[in-house]
């Protein structure tokens, strides 16, 4: 069973930065894309990152791309979404997202908050 979990959210300060983890298992992680979407109050869900399975291929969205940086490790069957710079527009709910055995997974999601 794929299981996605979330961790690093919370309030920061515009300007400020944050770290979210997404721990996974239930499937061979190294084989497998993540990705990083997000769920602001009142919009659709979007996608924010993707980093590809060896963790030598990232893309991200314009809205956050030379502020956030997707990282993995798999060693720890772990994705990273660092995020610098943060705007009051990056308040959303983050989930961690991997497609597996033909199935789109999600994580329970964690909450950032910017605001002064």
């Known amino acids: 069973q794929v299981q996605l979990v979330e961790s690093g959210g919370g309030l920061v300060q515009p300007g400020g930065s944050l770290r979210l983890s997404c721990a996974a298992s239930?499937?061979?992680?190294?084989?497998?894309?993540l990705n990083w979407h997000r769920q602001a109050p009142g919009k659709e869900r979007e996608w924010v990152a993707t980093?590809?399975?060896?963790?030598?291929?990232?893309t991200y969205a314009d809205s956050v791309k030379g502020r956030f940086t997707i990282s993995r490790d798999n060693a720890k069957n772990t994705v990273y979404l660092q995020m610098n710079n943060l705007k009051h527009e990056d308040t959303a709910v983050y989930y961690c997202?991997?497609?597996?055995?033909?199935?789109?997974?999600w994580g329970q999601g964690t909450q950032v908050t910017v605001s002064s």
């Open positions: 997202h991997a497609f597996v055995r033909f199935r789109g997974s």
């Open positions: 980093i590809s399975s060896a963790g030598d291929s990232t």
């Open positions: 239930g499937f061979t992680f190294s084989n497998y894309r």
